[in-house]
C-alpha cells in the first residue's frame, strides 16, 4: 500500500524568501502522479503542482517548484519569494487506485 | 469553466436527524470522491465512484453513512441518524480515471451536529 508522509507540522517563512516543505512516499507502483494541493484559511482545496513518475524534469509552477528525487522517493515543495497569500496548509499527495494524502504542513508566511 | 459545486455550503441540525449533502462534479469527469475533514483525523476518504459505481466504501464510518452517485452530474452524501461526532467539513472531490486521479475539490459542506 502507499504511504505519503509530511514530517514538518508546521513552517514559517518570512515574505519574499524561499521555503521548502519535505514529504516522502512509498509505492509499489511502476507509474503514478505525485500532486501538492494547498488549503488556505477559506478551506478551499486548490492544486498547486504536479509530477509525473516517469518524467525526470522536475515540474515547475510559477514561484512554485518540486524537487522530485525518485530513487529517494522524496517530493518536496519549493516556494520563492513567499507571499502573505501562501499562508496555508499544504498537502502532499500521490496516486495509487486513488488519492492518498499526507497529514499535511501548516505554513505561514510573515511581513 | 463551473468547478465543483457543492451543497448546502453550512449546515447545522440536530441530533438524530438526517443531513443530506449534495455535489456536482465537472462535466466530463468520471470519478468521484467523498472526503471528511476533521482538525483530529485529518482528511479522509470515504468513498468514491468511478463511472458512478462505488469503488471503495471502506472509510465510510457507519452504516448511518450513505452515498449514492444516480448519475454523472449528481452524488448525495446522506447522515442518518446525525451524531455530535459527525460535525466536520466534508468535502466532494471528481476528476477523469485517465489523469490518474488528479483531483478537483468544491468548496466543502461545514456540517454542525449539535
Known amino acids: 500500500a502507499q504511504t505519503v508522509t509530511q514530517s514538518q507540522p508546521e513552517m514559517s517563512v518570512q515574505e519574499a524568501e524561499t521555503v521548502t516543505l519535505s514529504c516522502t512516499y512509498d509505492?509499489?507502483?511502476?507509474?503514478?502522479?505525485l500532486f501538492w494541493y494547498k488549503q488556505p484559511p477559506s478551506r478551499q482545496m486548490i492544486l498547486v503542482i504536479r509530477?509525473?513518475?516517469?518524467?525526470?524534469q522536475n515540474a515547475t509552477e510559477n514561484r512554485f517548484s518540486v524537487n522530485f528525487q525518485k530513487a529517494a522517493k522524496s517530493f518536496s515543495l519549493k516556494i520563492s519569494d513567499s507571499q502573505l497569500g501562501d499562508t496555508a496548509m499544504y498537502f502532499c499527495?500521490?496516486?495509487?487506485?486513488?488519492?492518498?494524502f499526507g497529514k499535511g504542513t501548516k505554513l505561514s508566511v510573515k511581513p | 469553466d463551473a468547478g465543483v459545486i457543492q451543497s448546502p455550503r453550512h449546515e447545522v441540525t440536530e441530533m438524530g436527524q438526517e443531513v443530506t449533502l449534495r455535489c456536482k462534479p465537472i462535466?466530463?469527469?468520471?470519478?468521484l470522491f467523498w472526503y471528511r475533514q476533521t482538525m483530529m483525523r485529518g482528511l479522509e476518504l470515504l468513498i468514491y465512484?468511478?463511472?458512478?459505481?462505488?469503488?471503495?466504501d471502506s472509510g465510510m464510518p457507519e452504516d448511518r453513512f450513505s452515498a449514492k452517485m444516480p448519475n454523472a452530474s449528481f452524488s448525495t452524501l446522506k447522515i442518518q441518524p446525525s451524531e455530535p461526532r459527525d460535525s466536520a467539513v466534508y468535502f466532494c472531490?471528481?476528476?477523469?480515471?485517465?489523469?490518474?486521479?488528479?483531483?478537483?475539490f468544491g468548496p466543502g459542506t461545514r456540517l454542525t451536529v449539535t
Open positions: 472531490a471528481s476528476s477523469l480515471l485517465t489523469s490518474f486521479y488528479e483531483q478537483y
Open positions: 509505492t509499489s507502483e511502476s507509474n503514478y502522479y
Open positions: 509530477q509525473e513518475a516517469y518524467k525526470q
Open positions: 499527495a500521490g496516486s495509487q487506485g486513488n488519492l492518498i
Open positions: 462535466s466530463g469527469h468520471n470519478s
Open positions: 465512484f468511478n463511472n458512478n459505481v462505488p469503488i471503495d
